[in-house]
């Protein structure tokens, strides 16, 4: 499936470096703006038992970034309870990913929206099926991807290895998201900005640690905030080329 609709692939050097905060934030600037945005998370791992089955945490979040109104069976169609990779859990006994179901369902959000930001889970070689990992999955919508990854110590090589992977993968890459994830600051942050964007070529932003975890709706507002003006949202907006209704 080759899309001519326009979007962004999110994706991360690992699990828990910030995917889901950034992805959140950039639709959320982009809807304080203005734009049509829709947003999907196609597999989510790790997923708590409600009432109504499995609650996808992080695409229940982009929903609430994007202010949108689509179900929540659209964004995330598949779904695992186990906190580990697709195939991992598949092997321990949770139903395989539906390709064909991923693709349907972003058909259809496709013809809601002028846009969609589709964020991956784990990083690019995170398997799938036993046949597929998620730099397939970024290849099948055919976007841009976006990379975050962790703002210290040892983010260079894991910047540099999962872009050499994407790239062999036929992946293409707008720019590089480094993600201060915890209170305190790594000595190497700084440095490790510079080389990346002496080894890369690619717009690199530092992303701030956000205060307020505990509270959604102030964490998309803040974020969202810290992204608007910088020059990685130019990057985006022309790549998406929409039109306000603002």
């Given at each position: 499936?080759?899309?001519?609709?326009?979007?962004?692939?999110v994706?991360?050097?690992?699990?828990?470096?910030g995917?889901?905060?950034?992805?959140?934030?950039?639709?959320?600037?982009?809807?304080?703006?203005g734009?049509?945005?829709?947003?999907?998370?196609?597999?989510?791992?790790?997923?708590?038992?409600?009432?109504?089955?499995?609650?996808?945490?992080?695409?229940?979040?982009?929903?609430?970034?994007?202010?949108l109104q689509?179900?929540?069976e659209?964004?995330?169609?598949?779904r695992?309870?186990?906190?580990?990779?697709?195939?991992?859990?598949?092997?321990?006994?949770?139903?395989?990913?539906?390709?064909?179901?991923?693709?349907?369902?972003?058909?259809?959000?496709?013809?809601?929206?002028?846009?969609?930001?589709?964020?991956?889970a784990?990083?690019?070689?995170?398997?799938?099926?036993?046949?597929?990992?998620?730099?397939e999955?970024?290849?099948?919508?055919?976007?841009?991807?976006?990379?975050?990854?962790?703002?210290?110590?040892?983010?260079?090589?894991?910047?540099?290895?999962?872009?050499?992977?994407?790239?062999m993968?036929?992946?293409?890459?707008l720019?590089?998201?480094?993600?201060?994830?915890?209170?305190?600051?790594?000595?190497?942050?700084?440095s490790?900005?510079?080389?990346?964007?002496?080894?890369?070529?690619?717009?690199?932003?530092?992303?701030?640690?956000?205060?307020?975890?505990?509270?959604?709706?102030?964490?998309?507002?803040?974020?969202?905030?810290?992204?608007?003006?910088?020059?990685?949202m130019?990057?985006?907006?022309?790549?998406?080329?929409?039109?306000?209704?603002?």
């Open positions: 499936m080759r899309t001519q609709k326009k979007g962004i692939f994706t991360g050097t690992g699990t828990g470096v995917k889901t905060l950034i992805s959140g934030a950039i639709v959320r600037a982009l809807v304080n703006k734009y049509d945005c829709g947003v999907m998370k196609p597999i989510e791992s790790g997923c708590d038992v409600g009432k109504r089955g499995l609650q996808p945490r992080d695409a229940l979040y982009l929903q609430q970034a994007a202010k689509d179900e929540i659209l964004i995330n169609p598949c695992f309870q186990a906190p580990v990779a697709p195939y991992a859990a598949v092997l321990q006994g949770e139903p395989d990913v539906s390709w064909p179901l991923i693709e349907d369902c972003h058909r259809q959000l496709s013809e809601r929206h002028e846009a969609i930001l589709i964020e991956g784990g990083g690019l070689m995170v398997p799938i099926r036993a046949d597929k990992d998620m730099s999955l970024a290849h099948l919508f055919g976007f841009p991807v976006l990379l975050v990854a962790q703002s210290g110590l040892g983010t260079i090589n894991h910047v540099l290895l999962s872009l050499e992977y994407g790239k993968r036929g992946l293409s890459f720019g590089i998201v480094l993600n201060q994830s915890t209170e305190q600051k790594d000595s190497s942050e700084a490790n900005i510079k080389i990346i964007r002496e080894k890369t070529d690619l717009p690199v932003m530092s992303f701030p640690y956000i205060k307020s975890k505990n509270d959604d709706a102030t964490v998309i507002s803040e974020s969202a905030a810290l992204l608007e003006g910088h020059p990685l130019g990057v985006i907006l022309t790549l998406l080329s929409l039109r306000s209704s603002g």
